[in-house]
């Protein structure tokens, strides 16, 4: 039996029921919909192709996403001494070219080669970069360019011959913090410059970390920890006072009996004049923990980085007289790997210098081995 209360109720209850389902028929779905990519990507097409060399650490931390990041650059081709590992990874980033160390020449025939990064340890630099551009493709190097001024100006005159870009891997003049803190400083917000320092270092532990091995040999790593990473501090001193040094001065310092330096150093403290009568020092480290840390001084405000060239964050804090402190952000870090090989592909394909040449990375080299000769003799200065 259905009584007026129940008849009542159920008529009450249809009309939202009712009202449901139209709104229903309207409501968004969700459904798949077509690849549409970045609409900055390039087409594939027109991207500059890539064969990465050394597939170690950084190149797969870091270089590999960095690729997957970039808008006009795409890895083709991987090399490696260690087959079953480039295939793992070719299957992850679509890659299906494979070569090694010994049939790397044959580049040269393989028309989806454009350009080629080097991130090998620094004693292969040279002899990988000059192969490289004797096949006929432009060549991005990791930094430290090499391990002697010889074997950068070689690899400067092969790429010459060659009529192809050489660029160093200096990130950090791709990075948004950085480069957002060299456009302060060219636009006056310091004032008149006074003053860089600069410190980076980590505690090098080669019974827990392999790569820490290969950068502890001469052979391959070239030099110590100035090579590996207090070259970034006195690289961007330049960048930051725009100016060249006239004279350098250097001491070791590090425990002299620590038995992982029997071939590189494990410690330097630096310093730069510049032709404008400024300095910029700093320290580098296999010995110290806490990573990297700048500041430049100006006559009416300061500039602390720290960290000051990591790869997921920095931290920026302007200090202006009579003002709090205000930290800045100028984006995130992580895009500088794919801005790097961006910029690199735009240099390949218009085949102009690239932001940070070959000739930088010589320069670099040339000053490290002018702090060695200082610090060989206590600390004198030398003239550069
Ligand atoms: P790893 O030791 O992790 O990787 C080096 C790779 O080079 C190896 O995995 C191997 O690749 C290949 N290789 C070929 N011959 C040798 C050899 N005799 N000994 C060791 N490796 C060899 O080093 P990293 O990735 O840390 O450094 C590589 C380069 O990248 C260096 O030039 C370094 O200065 C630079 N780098 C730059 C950084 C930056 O921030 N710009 C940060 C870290 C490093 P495979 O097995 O595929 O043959």
Redesign the pocket.
Known sequence: MIDRRSLLAGAAGAIPLAAAAAHAADAPRASGQPMLGNPNDLPEAKKVNWAVV??????TGQVMPGFVMSHRSRMTAFV???PD??RDLGARYGVSKFYDYSNFDSIAHDKDIDAVYI????G??AEYTIRALKAGKHVLC???MASTPAECEAMIAAAKAANRQLGV?Y?VHFEPSNVDVARRIKAGELGQLRYFTGDTGFNADPEHW??HR?RLQKA?AGGGSMF?IGIYAMNAAMMCMDDEPVEVSAVYSYPMNDPRFKEVEGGVNWRMKFRSGLYAQGSSSYCYAGGTRQKIYGDQAAIVMEPASDYYQQGVILMKSGQPPETLHAGNPIVQFGAQVDAFSQAALTNTPHRTPGEMGLRDIRLIQAMYQSADRDGVTVKV
């Not at 050394?54 to 190149?59: E, N, T, V």
């Not at 991130?119 to 620094?122: A, M, Q, W, Y």
């Open positions: 050394g597939l170690g650490s950084f190149a490696s001494g260690n590992k480039a991130v090998l340890p620094v292969l630099h990791e930094k430290p891997a990130r392999v790569p290969w391959l590996d």
